[in-house]
């Protein structure tokens, strides 16, 4: 019986392969006659299309200048993701290269690592790297998208302080590293220029070296549980994944939470919505698009960094729901500041 | 009684010409390498209870799959009731009144006996299982042959005896009119098996027929009709159960006069290979397994070792191999302390291990026989070269024990889980043998092995014995223990109560010293 | 004949676990939407220009070294009958510190390389020791032990990361050791491509293939030869068998934890000598856990194992392309993660194949009835009591 499943099935794949193979032609050549000479190649970071988030938030930018610049988003967008251990991140440039993609597109500070290598070997390609300064690296044709995500985290610590009323408040990060350090320390010094004697907790799900504490929901409600417990009122998460259980613990407690990255009232539950009181706005979607534009109409000034900070929206805090809308004119004040210079935030904790 | 030819069934007269149930003519099964079944002739009337004896792997099984179409013959023909059938499959068999009740029952736990018994069987009313139809066709069926069962109880709850009887009943609900029961008492505790007995009995009454597969000459004296030997493949004979003994059936199965483990002479030398001196192994529950054992075994002598199982003896067995801590005493083996040592050191100065359990302490079932044979061997030649396996070597001797004990198996690569008992038990003592130890244990070297391979295993004991080796013999077995032994040694609670003389010992006189009847009155010699 | 009976049934379990797995991934796939023949089209697509095929040869090896590694480590341990879970924490504990020592010194190459190798080595035979003490005077299980080992080593790793061994500077986005100097990385071999005539891939070949070659060699020599592999192997058919015969079980535990943990080291080693010459918050994680499939699709022997770990590279290497032909590279995860579901339980079905075909061989019927110890000592033969003390008196 098995035998003939078997062969059945092999004859079915021969078959569908003859099928294919007339058609097979017109989707590998990749056209290239759609959108001007646009094609975007995007390596993501670990989880891939549909995190609700980092590259979601990407792939939207992308997308947004491809369509906006008259290509076909299906034809001249080539998305790649790593696999399970990451361990074939170089593979992903390089073949984009290869497959003449321009520019190619890193999302994360994980290709920080290669991409100045790769971008070295293909001089005619241009690279961007998210999250990852490449001043200093003296290639060329590589960007780094980087975002003062201290800034927009400062305004969430005012934001908190502002709306505390036990004078106690809690950060969970994802990951122990300088990245989300970066918004620890925003978010403290924030809270502490509103409450000097602020009680501020911070919790890392995972230490570095180990991704793990973005996809931890359960790590992320624990730790938050933990904050509620303990007598924090606002619990400011920058965990990814992670954040899910940071806000479900905030709707058990009855207590408020602040999203990250995008806005995440919008695609949060009913419950959900009903504590998340503003997200920490980090618009890579927006850096992306930015980038891809200059770069089609050749005004890119690559080997450099485009920082991406309260000037330029790159981060911010969003208003949905309406729960900060009573403190407006204090976080006004405070972002004009940093926007002047009167306020230094801080980049490690 | 002499061999006779099957073919000259006295009952092939008698019955005149109703045909047999079953007749088998010239039944041969070739697998590749061996022939399992050779010439076999059957002849089984209605009604009757026939028994097949043989030892293990005599082909017993090999012919029941034949005639439960489980394969085919490679010649020879099968006549159920006069007509020549063909067998292609169990379903055939079915079909054809044949009933299969196997020695590991194939019942699942969660069912009822009522399921059990309908699965793959159901009577159906409009695609639903009719349990009215099936429940009144298995009250029928129980009463009839007064299968004492409830329908509705789970079968995990049911004892072994009763899951025999679901099977049975099963077998029965398909129609069958000749059933095959492989060893069915194998499984079952005395009682059990004279329940079963009285069920055969019931169902003979009912004008069924019953094969009955054992190798065990008492119950099958006790239960058949008429008995058919088989030896090394092929038929060799019927008897009579109420004329043959037990002894005459044996030497039918194994084909020669049965030894008995009797020594005449005595070899028993002055110098001790193992003295031990109050040694003493502690146990879980507070009094010592095994409480200040104090023995000596000499050259050419062999120590038996008597008592009912549970005593200390395989707690005493393991303290010798160093398998166990001392809590106190000494253990020498010829003037060497070696209390302290490790087992793999014991054995390297001479100690042989026959275990109790070869399963478990003797073989590793799923390897070859010449890696078999390198096991308890690991540091000496002719396995190990230096720190390497001398593959050939072992391969070589394991060629060499194969012949001289006898070990029926395709070849060294087979796996030893392929061999009968007695043949993984021969393989054991020659290994045990070939390094020539000093001293061996053999702890119930002839369990769980067919008479054959029982009668090799006590000549190999005996020419050991002879040769100056110092046996040390633990078992549950009265005869061999008497039959073999020099000194005989009771053990009780850990203790070792009394020391007898074996030449005027009875096995009903060690017996009543082994349940501590003769507490310490019998320390004669 | 038995011979290639022998490799015959080897490999059934294996074959037959890769024809359920491509037939379940096939589904998949249909049900997504796309076309299995594209995909596997893609499989065994390895580029248009000869620069390209070998390039994806070079991939593929580069993904088996340290995956054979892997599964090397776990065999080693499974064979006698040990469940080394920890080979996780054992190659990161091992490539942190062999990256700090490997940095920390000046050397010349052979002896540099060769210092990073026994560093490794032995720090993952001694995060492995912990495994085997906790289980040979405590009996902790091992697999309960190696996963807490796992997650602290996964702390002192990251505290050695960020502090002691920091070597890149403040504020980088990507934390790592410093990096090895050039006497302590592992050449390339990309000569091999001109000795057998091959174009020049655009990467690099791992050197370090050489010493899984050769570890993979001793690894097979050691079970298979040795009387030390006799024993671990006995011990794993057995426990009880092999104290009876001699083997000194606790010793064996730690012996085989020893050389499970010293090959676990050399796991992160083809990627810190040959790739990134440094420990990173970017180190590749997982292959602990990969390594327990890899041996188990190997069936624990080391010839099995380069198969499977070839096997498993092979899919990896389709990840990237797979994605180009717009099928997702998860395609790859489902493929790999049946084929070790289905060996597991083909694995068992060609054993007992074997075993019945081993007891045919015999003319034995049915399973060898187990000779249990039944309370009846005339068990088998029960003519014994009454008829030889007749005959004998």
């Known amino acids: 019986m098995t035998k003939t499943a078997a062969l059945l099935l092999a004859g079915g794949l021969a078959l569908s392969a003859c099928a294919s193979d007339e058609d097979g032609g017109d989707s590998g050549s990749n056209g290239g006659n759609g959108g001007g000479d646009l094609k975007v190649g995007v390596a993501y970071d670990t989880g891939g299309r549909g995190d609700k988030s980092f590259n979601d938030s990407a792939i939207a930018g992308v997308e947004a200048a491809v369509q906006s610049l008259g290509g076909d988003v299906d034809e001249d967008i080539e998305e790649l993701s790593p696999n399970e251990d990451d361990s074939n991140r170089e593979e992903l440039l390089t073949q984009l290269a290869e497959a003449d993609f321009n520019p190619v597109i890193a999302v994360g500070f994980a290709y920080g690592d290669i991409i100045a290598d790769i971008a070295a070997d293909y001089p005619d390609t241009q690279f961007a790297i998210v999250d990852t300064s490449v001043e200093d690296l003296g290639v060329d044709n590589l960007t780094g998208l980087i975002f003062a995500e201290e800034q927009g985290s400062f305004l969430a610590g005012v934001a908190a302080a502002s709306k505390s009323v036990t004078g106690h408040i809690g950060f969970v990060g994802g990951q122990q590293s300088p990245l989300i350090e970066k918004f620890e320390a925003g978010y403290v010094a924030g809270a502490e220029a509103v409450k000097p004697d602020i009680v501020v907790d911070v919790t890392y799900l995972s230490p570095a070296g180990d991704g793990s504490g973005f996809g931890d929901p359960e790590g992320g409600k624990v730790a938050a549980q933990g904050m509620y417990q303990a007598g924090a009122d606002i619990v400011f998460h920058a965990a990814g994944g992670s954040g899910e259980g940071v806000f479900e613990a905030a709707v058990e407690a009855g207590q408020r939470a602040i999203g990250v990255d995008s806005d995440q009232y919008l695609s949060a539950s009913p419950d959900q919505q009903g504590v998340i009181m503003t997200s920490m706005l980090k618009r890579v979607d927006l850096a992306v698009e930015d980038y891809l534009n200059s770069f089609a109409d050749d005004s890119l000034e690559s080997g450099t960094d485009i920082l991406n900070d309260l000037s330029t929206e790159g981060v911010g805090l969003s208003e949905s729901g309406g729960y900060i809308d009573d403190i407006q004119d204090v976080i006004a004040d405070f972002r004009q500041q940093i926007i002047d210079g009167d306020v230094e935030v801080p980049t490690t904790p | 009684m002499a061999e006779a030819p099957a073919g000259a069934h006295p009952a092939a007269a008698a019955n005149g010409d109703a045909p047999y149930a079953v007749e088998l003519r010239g039944i041969t099964k070739r697998f590749p390498g061996v022939v399992a079944n050779r010439d076999i002739e059957l002849r089984v009337r209605r009604g009757e209870v026939h028994a097949i004896v043989g030892e293990n792997g005599a082909g017993k099984s090999t012919l029941m799959k034949t005639l439960y179409g489980m394969h085919r013959p490679d010649e020879g023909t099968i006549l159920l ?445 | 004949m038995t011979a290639v009976r022998r490799v015959g049934s080897a490999l059934l379990a294996p074959a037959i676990a890769v024809v359920f797995a491509v037939v379940i991934t096939a589904l998949v796939i249909l049900l997504i939407g796309e076309n299995p023949s594209t995909a596997l089209r893609v499989l065994f697509d390895f580029g248009d220009t000869p620069a390209q095929q070998t390039q994806s040869i070079v991939v593929i090896l580069n993904r088996a070294v340290p995956l054979f590694l892997a599964g090397l480590a776990v065999s080693v341990a499974f064979r006698m009958g040990l469940f080394n879970i920890g080979v996780e924490g054992q190659y990161r504990m091992a490539t942190v510190l062999a990256a700090g020592a490997g940095a920390a010194v000046a050397l010349p190459a052979p002896l540099h390389v060769l210092l990073i190798i026994v560093v490794a080595m032995a720090v993952g035979a001694l995060w492995a020791s912990i495994v085997a003490i906790l289980k040979v005077t405590r009996g902790v299980s091992e697999v309960i032990s190696s996963i807490m080992l796992n997650f602290i080593a996964l702390g002192i790793a990251s505290w050695l990361l960020t502090g002691p061994l920091r070597g890149s500077e403040e504020g980088a986005a990507i934390i790592t050791t410093e990096d090895l100097p050039e006497s302590g990385r592992f050449p390339a071999i990309n000569g091999l491509f001109d000795v057998v005539g091959l174009a020049q891939p655009r990467g690099e070949l791992y050197g370090f293939l050489l010493v899984a070659i050769v570890v993979g060699i001793a690894i097979a020599v050691l079970l298979k030869r040795t009387r030390f592999g006799f024993d671990l192997r006995a011990t794993g058919l057995s426990p009880s068998a092999a104290t009876a015969s001699g083997i000194d079980a606790r010793g064996m535990v730690l012996k085989t934890m020893l050389i499970s943990g010293a090959v676990a080291g050399l796991i992160g080693l083809p990627d810190l000598m040959g790739r990134t010459h440094h420990f990173g918050t970017e180190f590749t994680a997982g292959l602990g856990f990969l390594g327990i499939a890899v041996a188990l699709l190997g069936r624990n022997s080391p010839v099995g194992i380069a198969f499977a770990a070839l096997l498993f590279a092979f899919l990896d290497r389709a990840a990237v392309p797979l994605q180009f032909a717009d099928i997702p590279a998860s395609v790859v995860t489902i493929i790999q993660g049946t084929i070790v579901l289905a060996v597991v339980v083909a694995n068992e079905i060609a054993r007992q194949l074997t075993r019945r075909r081993a007891e045919r061989d015999t003319g034995q019927g049915g399973p060898p009835a187990p000779e249990s110890p039944s309370p009846n000592p005339t068990g088998t033969a029960g003519s014994r009591i009454d008829e030889p003390q007749g005959a004998g008196a």
């Not at chain 2, 019927?238 to 084909?255: F, H």
């Not at chain 2, 160093?322 to 003037?335: D, N, Q």
């Open chain 2, 81 to 525: 009731d006069g007509r020549e059938t063909t067998l292609r499959s169990p379903a055939d068999a079915i079909a054809a009144g044949i009933g299969m009740v196997h020695q590991h029952f194939m019942l699942a736990d969660y069912f009822t006996v009522l399921e059990s018994i309908v699965l793959g069987s159901e009577p159906t009313s409009g695609g639903r299982l009719d349990r009215a139809e099936a429940r009144r066709r298995i009250r029928e069926i129980f009463s009839r042959y007064a299968l004492n069962l409830d329908p509705d109880v789970l079968v995990e709850d049911l004892g072994v005896g009763d899951r025999q009887r679901v099977e049975i009943a099963k077998v029965l609900y398909r129609g069958a009119t000749t059933l095959i029961l492989d060893e069915p008492t194998a499984v079952l505790v005395p009682q059990e098996v004279d329940e079963l007995f009285g069920n055969l009995a019931e169902l003979k009454r009912e004008g069924l027929t019953v094969i009955f597969i054992s190798h065990k000459l008492d119950e099958v004296r006790k239960v058949a009709d008429s008995i058919t030997v088989i030896r090394r493949g092929t038929t060799v004979g019927s008897a009579d159960p109420r004329t043959t003994t037990a002894r005459q059936l044996a030497e039918m199965m194994v084909g020669s006069e049965l030894p008995s483990p009797q020594t005449r002479t005595s070899t028993v030398r002055e110098t001790p290979v193992l003295e031990l001196r109050g040694v003493t192994v502690a146990s879980l529950t507070g009094r010592p397994a095994v409480d200040g054992a104090t023995l000596t075994v000499r050259e050419g002598e062999v120590v038996g070792i008597a008592g009912v199982e549970g005593n200390g003896q395989a707690e005493l067995v393991d303290a010798i191999m160093g398998l166990r801590p001392l809590a106190g005493g000494t253990i020498s083996l010829g003037g060497d302390d070696i209390s302290a040592w490790s087992t793999r050191s014991r054995r390297e100065a001479g100690v042989g291990f026959i275990p109790e359990d070869r399963h478990r302490q003797g073989m590793l079932l799923d390897a070859p026989l010449w890696e078999n044979r390198i096991l308890g061997h690991q540091t000496r030649p002719p396995a190990v070269k230096g720190v390497f396996i001398d593959r050939s070597g072992a391969r070589t001797d394991t060629e060499r024990i194969m012949r001289e004990y006898d070990v029926r198996a395709p070849g060294v690569d087979a796996l030893a889980v392929a061999l009968s008992g007695g043949n993984q038990q021969k393989l054991i003592v020659g290994r045990e043998m070939s390094s020539g130890p000093r001293l061996l244990i053999a702890a119930h070297p002839t369990r769980g092995v067919d008479v054959g391979a029982q009668a090799a295993i006590w000549e190999l004991l005996k020419d050991a014995r002879a040769e100056g080796m110092g046996i040390l013999l633990i078992s549950a077995d009265l005869d061999e223990l008497i039959g073999l032994s020099d000194t005989l040694q009771v053990m009780l609670r850990g203790r070792l109560v009394a020391e007898l003389d074996p030449a005027s010992l009875t096995p009903e006189e060690l017996g009543g010293h082994m349940t501590g009847a003769h507490d310490g009155s019998g320390s004669a010699a």
